[in-house]
C-alpha cells in the first residue's frame, strides 16, 4: 500500500502579514528555523523565491549526509508559497505555507504531505520518521516564536494518514 502522510500545524505571530511573508520568502533564514541536528546548509548562491526558483541544500538525516532539491510550484505572496521536493530522502513531498491576517498578527500554518521511499520498508520506519518531523516542526515553531515574537501555537504538529493506494 501506498500511504501519504500529512503533517500539519500553525501559530499565531504577532507580526503584519507582509513581514511575517519577507521572513519566510528569504530562504536564508531556514537555517534560523531548523534544527542544529539536521546541519543545514544553503547550497543555492544567491536564493530568489519565485515559482519555478529551485533551492539546493545539504542535510544530515538520521546522521546521513544528503542533498535536498525544492522546486517553488506557487508563490502567491504575501498569503501562501509551496514548495515540492524534487531529490531528497522523501518519494513525495508538497509543503504548502500559508499566511493570513489576525487580530492579533498572523496565522503561520504548514502543512505537507509526504510519502516514504523503499515500499514497505518505508512504512516500517514511519514512527521513526513521524517523530523526527514532530520534532524538526516543533523546533521550527519554537525559532519562529523567538524570531518573529509570541508563542501563539495554535496546532502543536500533528501527523495523519492522507492517502492511501494500493
Known amino acids: 500500500m501506498a500511504r501519504v502522510y500529512r503533517l500539519r500545524c500553525e501559530m499565531t505571530v ?11 520568502a528569504n530562504p536564508r533564514n531556514l537555517s534560523a528555523i531548523t534544527p542544529p541536528w539536521l546541519n543545514f546548509t544553503l547550497v543555492t548562491r544567491d ?9 539546493d541544500y545539504r542535510i544530515r538525516w538520521l546522521g546521513i549526509p544528503m542533498r535536498w532539491k525544492s522546486v517553488i510550484a506557487s508563490y502567491s505572496p504575501p498569503f501562501s508559497f509551496t ?9 513525495k513531498w508538497i509543503h504548502v505555507h500559508t499566511f493570513q491576517e489576525a487580530a492579533n498578527g498572523t496565522r503561520v500554518a504548514d502543512q505537507v504531505d ?8 518505508g512504512a516500517l520506519a514511519h514512527p ?9 516542526f ?3 515553531q519554537s525559532a519562529l516564536a523567538t ?20
Open 14 to 24: 504577532p507580526k503584519g502579514i507582509g513581514e511575517t511573508f519577507a521572513f519566510f
Open 47 to 55: 536564493p530568489r523565491m519565485r515559482k519555478g526558483a529551485v533551492l
Open 83 to 91: 514548495d515540492s521536493q524534487e531529490q531528497g530522502p522523501y518519494k
Open 114 to 121: 509526504y510519502q516514504l521511499p523503499f515500499r514497505p520498508l
Open 128 to 136: 521513526l520518521v513521524a517523530r523526527q518531523l514532530r520534532e524538526i
Open 138 to 140: 516543533e523546533y521550527r
Open 147 to 166: 524570531l518573529l515574537g509570541g508563542a501563539g501555537v495554535l496546532r502543536q504538529p500533528e501527523i495523519v494518514l492522507a492517502e492511501e493506494s494500493e
